[in-house]
């Protein structure tokens, strides 16, 4: 199946913006759905609607075995070893302050250290502050080379007996730069740390295999991959999981409630507190299935083609400056750049006349944007229903921006 025929999926991609029809070109932000989810959304509340874990009835009973059922998908998804390794969260931020709440707070003391990149959003760089403010750890960066990525050697450098835990993006949102996840992996557990992985920018262009990289902990949105918002994942080694306690408490997650003390529930129910998100699992489950139909290794080459096609057109264009890995370096789909010295967001304003949606800011990565040198940056993420029309698109709008603002040039 070929990008203008999974197109077809997407009824959203179908209109005019502006005047002209729409060229998507920010999906690193979130994905567009296919009808396949929002259908699966409808049937769950025109025909299944009930909360979960509770009741005998059949609409209970139903709604159960779909929540249930989606946790499977996730499970093989990523090559866990068991269901309970699998948390329903909001989404990326969401499991990565509830690591750092609960296993941070339990396991990180005065002196210890914690690792991560200068390329790391915000959602993986704040709740590291904030945990070694309350402990007095030590927040370390890894190095940056020219081209955005990282170097082995600082990782071996940087990650000593003092690391308890690494915390890295396995995929630049910004840069699109693919870090080497497993190696750096096997140097954090060669000193005795945890390696969590932020892997917003990698469940929805590539294969993930948790037991192949051995990392202890990998977090995940599902709005960018096709799913709805609101619905992420926290997965987690078993032996981890257990001996974490939960941040949120309530119904649905306790085993046990007395007047003074309580018990909670065992894997993965003592992490999802309340009433959980059902149609958000749901729909993410059929994310899934419609991910995998299509398969991900054909997404990953076609996102990579398309990201080597845009590489090759916007550096025709003079003025241009691009971030991250240089022509003909693997990078995933996307592209950041900046026009001259035409503020992101003036081009963003353009294109959007053209009815090209880009990304413009600092892409919450306000340290990145220090490194580049640079306040903000525009950028085009590509994904399984863009083709290379649309970057033509794209390049003839930048084009037109620069005659627009040719004063500055």
């Given at each position: 199946?070929?990008?203008?025929?999974?197109?077809?999926?997407?009824?959203?991609?179908?209109?005019?913006?502006?005047?002209?029809?729409?060229?998507?070109?920010?999906?690193?932000?979130?994905?567009?759905?296919?009808i396949?989810?929002?259908?699966?959304?409808?049937?769950?509340?025109?025909?299944?609607?009930?909360?979960?874990?509770?009741?005998?009835?059949?609409?209970?009973?139903?709604?159960?075995?779909?929540?249930?059922?989606?946790?499977?998908?996730?499970?093989k998804?990523?090559?866990?070893?068991?269901?309970?390794?699998?948390?329903?969260?909001?989404?990326?931020?969401?499991?990565l302050?509830?690591?750092?709440?609960s296993?941070?707070?339990?396991?990180?003391?005065?002196?210890?250290?914690?690792?991560?990149?200068?390329?790391?959003?915000?959602?993986?760089?704040?709740?590291?502050?904030?945990?070694?403010?309350?402990t007095?750890?030590?927040?370390?960066?890894?190095?940056?080379?020219?081209?955005?990525?990282v170097?082995?050697?600082?990782?071996?450098?940087?990650?000593?007996?003092?690391?308890?835990?690494?915390?890295?993006?396995?995929?630049?949102?910004?840069?699109?730069?693919?870090?080497?996840?497993?190696?750096?992996?096997?140097?954090?557990?060669?000193?005795?740390?945890?390696?969590?992985?932020?892997?917003?920018?990698?469940?929805?262009h590539?294969?993930?295999?948790?037991?192949?990289?051995?990392?202890?902990?990998?977090?995940?949105?599902?709005?960018?991959?096709?799913?709805?918002?609101?619905i992420?994942v926290?997965?987690?080694?078993?032996?981890?999981?257990?001996?974490?306690?939960?941040?949120?408490?309530?119904?649905?997650?306790?085993?046990?409630?007395?007047?003074?003390?309580?018990t909670?529930?065992?894997?993965?129910?003592?992490?999802?507190?309340?009433?959980?998100?059902?149609?958000?699992?749901?729909?993410?489950?059929?994310?899934?299935?419609?991910?995998?139909?299509?398969?991900?290794?054909?997404?990953?080459?076609?996102?990579?083609?398309?990201?080597?096609?845009?590489?090759?057109?916007l550096?025709?264009?003079?003025?241009m400056t691009i971030?991250?890995?240089?022509?003909g370096?693997?990078?995933?789909?996307?592209?950041?750049?900046?026009?001259?010295?035409?503020?992101?967001?003036?081009?963003?304003?353009?294109?959007?006349?053209?009815?090209?949606?880009?990304?413009?800011?600092h892409?919450?990565?306000q340290?990145?944007?220090?490194?580049?040198?640079?306040?903000?940056?525009?950028?085009?993420?590509?994904?399984?229903?863009?083709?290379?029309?649309?970057?033509d698109?794209?390049?003839?709008?930048?084009?037109?921006?620069?005659?627009?603002?040719?004063?500055?040039?």
């Amino acid at each position: 199946m070929n990008a203008k025929e999974i197109k077809q999926y997407f009824p959203i991609l179908d209109q005019k913006v502006n005047g002209h029809p729409l060229v998507y070109l920010d999906s690193a932000a979130t994905s567009q759905k296919p009808i396949q989810v929002i259908e699966a959304l409808n049937k769950y509340y025109r025909e299944d609607n009930s909360n979960v874990h509770r009741g005998v009835h059949t609409l209970g009973n139903r709604a159960t075995d779909a929540y249930e059922g989606a946790r499977d998908k996730v499970r093989k998804f990523i090559n866990a070893k068991a269901r309970e390794e699998i948390v329903f969260t909001r989404g990326t931020t969401t499991s990565l302050n509830t690591i750092a709440q609960s296993y941070g707070r339990a396991n990180v003391k005065e002196g210890d250290e914690i690792v991560i990149t200068y390329m790391e959003h915000h959602s993986n760089i704040i709740p590291w502050q904030q945990l070694a403010k309350e402990t007095g750890a030590v927040l370390k960066y890894l190095p940056l080379q020219d081209n955005g990525s990282v170097l082995l050697d600082d990782a071996r450098e940087l990650i000593t007996e003092k690391t308890k835990i690494v915390s890295i993006m396995m995929v630049s949102n910004v840069l699109g730069t693919i870090n080497p996840i497993k190696e750096i992996t096997k140097i954090a557990h060669e000193k005795g740390a945890i390696m969590i992985v932020d892997g917003a920018q990698t469940a929805p262009h590539m294969k993930i295999d948790v037991q192949d990289l051995d990392c202890d902990f990998l977090a995940f949105s599902g709005h960018k991959m096709c799913g709805p918002t609101g619905i992420g994942v926290m997965y987690g080694k078993k032996d981890l999981l257990d001996n974490m306690e939960p941040v949120e408490f309530g119904g649905e997650m306790i085993d046990f409630v007395g007047l003074y003390e309580s018990t909670w529930k065992e894997l993965p129910w003592k992490f999802e507190g309340g009433t959980p998100i059902i149609a958000g699992a749901i729909g993410l489950g059929a994310a899934i299935d419609f991910l995998e139909e299509i398969g991900l290794d054909e997404i990953e080459q076609h996102e990579h083609r398309l990201a080597d096609y845009a590489m090759e057109q916007l550096s025709t264009i003079e003025g241009m400056t691009i971030y991250g890995p240089l022509a003909g370096e693997k990078r995933a789909g996307l592209v950041t750049f900046n026009v001259g010295d035409v503020h992101p967001h003036d081009v963003a304003t353009v294109l959007d006349a053209e009815g090209i949606a880009v990304r413009a800011g600092h892409h919450c990565t306000q340290p990145l944007m220090k490194w580049l040198e640079c306040s903000a940056t525009a950028r085009a993420s590509f994904y399984l229903y863009n083709t290379e029309e649309d970057v033509d698109r794209l390049v003839q709008g930048l084009v037109q921006t620069k005659e627009y603002f040719s004063d500055v040039f």
